[in-house]
C-alpha cells in the first residue's frame, strides 16, 4: 500500500509521519510503505510487543530510525539494544532481525539500491 499525502510532484514529497502512523492497522508485524521511487524507498515497520521480526536480509542497503518502543537488534554476530532515536545502518545483504521487543516499536525505514558493480 502506498499512501500520498501532500503531493504529486515529481521532484519533491512531503508526508506526515503522524498521519502514516494513523494508517497502521496494528497487525503484530507490519510494514507499510508510502514512497517507492527508482532511487530509494520509505516505509513505517511496527512491531508489537513480544513479537518475532520474521524479515529476510535484502538486497538493498537500509536505515533504520527507531521512533518508538523498545528491543534489541541482531546485526550478524553482534546485538545491540535499540531504542527511540537509534538509527541504525544495515548493508545489503546483511542478516538482522529485530527481537526481545519489550515496548511496541514503530520505525521509519529507508532502502536504497546498492550501485551495480562496474566490473
Known amino acids: 500500500m ?3 499525502l501532500m ?4 521532484e519533491w514529497r512531503v508526508f ?3 498521519d502514516i502512523k494513523g494508517k497502521l ?3 503484530a508485524v507490519e510494514y507499510l510503505e508510502f514512497l517507492n521511487v527508482p532511487s530509494m524507498n520509505c516505509g513505517l ?12 536480509h535484502h538486497d538493498d542497503d537500509e536505515v533504520y530510525f527507531v521512533l518508538s518502543g ?6 550478524g554476530d553482534h546485538e ?3 531504542g527511540p532515536g537509534s538509527l541504525l545502518y544495515v548493508s545489503a545483504t546483511t542478516e538482522h532481525s529485530f527481537f526481545e521487543v519489550e515496548e511496541d516499536m514503530t520505525l521509519l ?10 566490473n
Open 2 to 4: 502506498t499512501i500520498e
Open 45 to 56: 515497520y511496527y512491531l508489537t510487543a513480544g513479537s518475532k521480526d520474521m524479515q529476510a
Open 109 to 118: 525505514v529507508l532502502f536504497a539500491p546498492t550501485p551495480l558493480d562496474p
Open 7 to 10: 503531493s504529486n510532484n515529481s
Open 16 to 18: 506526515d509521519l503522524n
Open 25 to 27: 492497522r496494528g497487525e
Open 80 to 82: 545491540r539494544d535499540v
Open 70 to 75: 523498545r528491543a534489541r537488534m541482531r546485526l
